[in-house]
């Protein structure tokens, strides 16, 4: 039976998608994404290990009932094991995708500038 990240990356949301292209040539450089990664008892969207960066793209259900709370806990964990986490919702990845792009990449250069 496929665990919950393999079934997540099975079917992703057409914000995933177009994220995934959208950090093509990042992923073809030095950086390695892994989408619906597991990290501790949460999956994240996208992850680079080696920097230790996080993107969550995030649909109408993280800002709804207790959508936010749970957004805040998953933050903090991820945080706390030394990642930063970028969030996007679905609009900003398909109305503004040169902006979440300039934004990952200057996420990136800070990791850079810190590793070396």
Known sequence: MPTRAQRLRK???AAEIRLWRLIAPL?????HF?????????I????????KLIIEID?????????PQRDA????????EGYRVLRFTNLDVHDNPDGV??????ALATDTAHAR
Not at 27 to 31: F, H, Q, W
Not at 34 to 42: L, N, S
Not at 61 to 67: E, I, K, M, Q, V
Not at 101 to 106: E, I, P
């Open 44 to 51: 994240a969207d996208f992850a680079c290990h080696h920097a």
């Open 101 to 106: 792009y300039a934004s990952v990449l200057a």
């Open 11 to 13: 079917n992703p949301t």
């Open 73 to 80: 806990a998953r933050t903090s964990f991820r945080q706390a």
């Open 27 to 31: 992923r073809l450089g030095s950086y």
């Open 59 to 67: 649909g109408e259900s993280h800002f709804l009932g207790a959508g």
């Open 34 to 42: 892994r989408k619906q990664a597991p990290i501790g008892p949460y």
